[in-house]
Every structure is written in C-alpha cells, then in structure tokens.
C-alpha cells in the first residue's frame, strides 16, 4: 500500500512545532518555531504579542514543508493541539480581538472581562487556531475544564446551568461550538493552505488540553497501573482513569483525556519547571558553552556528564523548586552548600529537587485516588537525558520509561487524527499502533533508600520552615 501521513499541530508554551508522522508513529519531518517572549503589561498578566500563535504556526509549518520529500497529497489528515489554560478574544470575523492571554495571567482564572466592544467570542488556544484553519466556530470540549469555563465535565458539554454562565460573566452566545476528540473540526481553508502550505481541504481533527494528549502520545494507560512525568514547562504528572471526581484541592485535579468520556488526573505540579535548568545553564555561562564546544556537544549534555559523576544525593545540597505558584512570596531555595560543591552538584540537585517534588505529589495524588502505579513513563525533552531518567527511577523506586518519540503531544495530536479519519477502529488501536517503548530505567536500590530517607527526613519539610521566612522578604523584595 502506498505510505500515508498525518500532521500533527503541537503548540507549545515556548514553541510551535508541526510533525509529519507515517500511521506507524515514525516521525518523518518536523518544523519548529521559538515563541516570540511573553509581554507583560501588568504585573500578573502575561501575553502572547500581536498574532504569534499563528504567525509561529505559519513559520513552522513553512519549515516543515521545505524538509518535507514525500506527496502533499498522500497527507490524509491534521490532529490539533495547543496550549491549554489560555484565553482568546476574537471578533466576529474570528480575528483576534486582543492578544492571547497566556496561562501564567492571573486573568485565566477569575470571570471574563471583555477587552473591548469589538470581542463576539472567548474561546481557547485551540478554538481560536481552528476557526484560522477552517473557518469554523468549533472547539474540543477537552480543553475546556470547568475551573475555567462553563463546562460539565460529567456529561462532556457546556453547563445546562445559566447561573454556571453568569458566574463566569459570558453568554452562550459567546462561545464556540464543541465536539469531542477524535471528531473532525473542519477542513483546511484555501487561504490557510496558502498561508501555511498545508494542503487544501484536508480533515482537522480534535484532540483535548495539551497535557492530555501528551498523556495519550506517551502511551499511558486508562487503568491507572502506569503514571506519567511530564517534563515541559509545567511540570506535572498523571495517571488516568474512567471515573469523573468532582474537584478536590487535596492531591489532584481531574481533567478530560483525549479519550471521549475518559478523564485524566493531574498532580499538582512545578511551574517554569524545566526552565529552571535552562536558567541555571545559562547562568554558568561562557566557561561551559565553550567547553562544550570544544567538545562537540550541547552545554547541557556537558553538564549531565559531569552530574553523572557525583552520587545520589548531591553531597547533601537541596534544591527546592516549589516556586512561581499561586502563592507570590514562593521562591526556590538551594539548601545545604559546603566546599565541595560545584556547578555538577548544582546540576544534578536542580533535578532531584525536580524529581522529588514530583514524587510528592504524584504519592499525594495516587494517596487520595486509592493507587499504586507499578511503572513510570517520563516524556518531555528532558527525558533525553539518561540521568535524568535513572533520578526518576531511583527516587519513585520503580521502573522508569521514555518512548521512542518523546515529545508525546505531538504524537497524542497524531492519534487523535489518525483515529478521526478511520486509519484505526478507535483509540487504543491507535496508541498500541503508534507508541513505541524506547527503554527503561531500573531502580537503583541503594539509592532509592536514600532519596526516601533524605526526602522523609529533610527534603519535604523543607518549605514548611522557609515559606515563613519567604513571606517576610516578599514585602522588602518582591
């Protein structure tokens, strides 16, 4: 048979990336274009300047199909996947009315305030992408949860309830259309295949928050035996299940999955999670760029080879990176320093701070939902790095995956699409199709006792000390 192919759209909170896979799950090609820096009129608020959501679509997808050498028109179909947790305003042309409001503003989670006369319609990230791609005033209902929008999250729809409208000050006629993932959105416009050169007329199928379908390109299981790392911006992780548990601020929230009537659950999590490393990189500066290029490697590959070199543990160094919540006074602490330690010792404490926030709250979450996973599977770009994944395994003490695509929200839109056009019967056709294990990390026992012991007796207690503390400097510093 003639090979096919399927774009799948992954917008991110840094970047835009656009994949051709083949129906087996192999990325072909892929585009990928950096995010213009958030703007910040306010403090608190944060958003996307002019149209960069598009303009980013455009510019990777342009990249894309300079590198693209099979048919234009053996492409059957488009899975679409973009930030959650954000807010656009259109016109009712379907233009934007005011720059998109990212998920770090404040603004996302109180009432909507249209920005001016001119605003017809709210609608997320991917309503807005949709209406650019098709014309059509179609959202997923998976991206949007209730803490947010008006949605019933039982029954899979907007709220029966007028007063559920008002508390979130918008009328029905100021929302989109919704369908479930997995159905089909619309087909690509003759203007935006010319601005994109995504072919004419193909199917653009949705798929849900972009958390979910990460959940659903990593592979990760509807019975709950398995959890999910997912290692991006915001860092969280997530098991999921088929029950619907109304909102409990204890340990977890519950979110759609991008299988209909399918619900994810999600940790509490780290904001600007990996960007802390990135921070730090950047921070030891000229010294190791250099001498990774002397070498002919990225810096941040340098600095996990010399972070493999020290024990579990860091000589006893502590990073806590409970920061950039909800809560203003929250900063991150590096706890313990002595001589001996150097920036390897910084490195590798950033990820097992990283590593045992997250056990925290995955035990928190598996705690209140009756669970006890047997394997953890870790996506994301950070999963690249072997020492990252053998952390992950020494301090959760099980078994730790990473597939063979690992950026698993762009795989998760192709599911999404390939299921929608009938490539496959349904969901986990798709998914034992198209998710590929690349390898596994076993425990280390030794050092999983200590991890456990450093995390019972210090790491975890950390902030109940310092949280006092923080909210004295917050007033002199900010």
């Not at 799950?25 to 002019?50: F, M, S, Y």
């Not at 991206?143 to 000050?169: G, L």
């Not at 760029?289 to 000589?315: C, F, H, N, T």
Request: with cysteine; charged share 20%.
């Amino acid at each position: 048979m003639k090979e096919q192919y399927i774009l799948a759209i992954d917008g991110g909170t840094q970047s835009t990336k656009l994949v051709i896979f083949d129906t087996k799950g192999n990325i072909v090609c892929q585009g990928q274009q950096v995010l213009r820096p958030l703007q910040a009129p306010k403090t608190g608020w944060a958003e996307h300047p002019d149209d960069d959501l598009w303009d980013s679509l455009v510019a990777a997808s342009h990249q894309l199909f300079s590198r693209f050498t099979g048919a234009k028109e053996d492409i059957i179909g488009v899975g679409l996947c973009t930030i959650r947790s954000c807010r656009a305003y259109l016109k009712a042309d379907g233009s934007l009315a005011y720059p998109v409001i990212d998920w770090m503003d404040s603004r996302v989670y109180g009432p909507f305030e249209f920005p001016n006369n001119e605003t017809q319609y709210a609608t997320t990230t991917t309503g807005y992408i949709t209406h650019r791609l098709t014309g059509n005033f179609k959202d997923t209902i998976a991206n949007n949860v209730f803490i947010q929008w008006p949605a019933d999250m039982e029954n899979w729809k907007w709220s029966d309830n007028d007063e559920e409208f008002r508390k979130f000050n918008i009328g029905r006629e100021n929302v989109l259309e919704t369908c479930y993932p997995g159905e089909i959105l619309g087909k690509v416009t003759k203007a935006a295949a010319e601005a994109t050169r995504i072919p004419e007329g193909l199917p653009v199928v949705a798929t849900a928050s972009d958390k979910a379908v990460e959940a659903l390109g990593a592979g990760l299981s509807q019975t709950g035996n398995t959890g999910l790392v997912s290692l991006g911006t915001y860092i969280t992780s997530m098991v999921c299940g088929t029950d619907y548990h109304p909102y409990n601020p204890n340990g977890y929230y519950t979110n759609f999955a991008s299988v209909p009537h399918k619900y994810l659950y999600e940790s509490f999590g780290i904001r600007r999670g990996m960007w802390t490393i990135t921070w730090l990189k950047d921070i030891f500066g000229e010294e190791v760029a250099l001498k990774a290029k002397a070498q002919g490697i990225p810096p941040e590959v340098l600095l996990d080879r010399e972070a493999e070199k020290l024990g579990a543990g860091s000589d006893g160094l502590l990073t806590v990176v409970e920061w950039q919540g909800f809560e203003p006074f929250k900063k991150g602490i590096m706890f313990g320093f002595d001589a001996r330690h150097t920036r390897a010792h910084m490195h590798r404490s950033v990820m097992e701070g990283i590593a045992m926030t997250m056990k925290n709250n995955y035990d928190a979450m598996c705690r209140e939902l009756g669970i006890s996973p047997q394997k953890l599977i870790v996506s994301g770009g950070g999963s690249n790095a072997d020492i990252f994944m053998q952390i992950f395994a020494d301090v959760f003490g099980v078994p730790a995956m990473r597939n063979v695509v690992n950026g698993a929200a762009s795989l998760g839109s192709a599911i999404c699409a390939a299921t929608g056009i009938g490539v496959y019967k349904d969901f986990d056709e798709a998914t034992k199709n198209m998710v590929q294990i690349r390898d596994e990390f076993t425990p280390n026992r030794e050092n999983h006792a200590l991890y456990t012991k450093v995390n019972e007796e210090v790491y975890h207690r950390i902030t109940g000390v310092t949280d006092e503390l923080l909210k004295k400097t917050w007033p002199i510093f900010g």
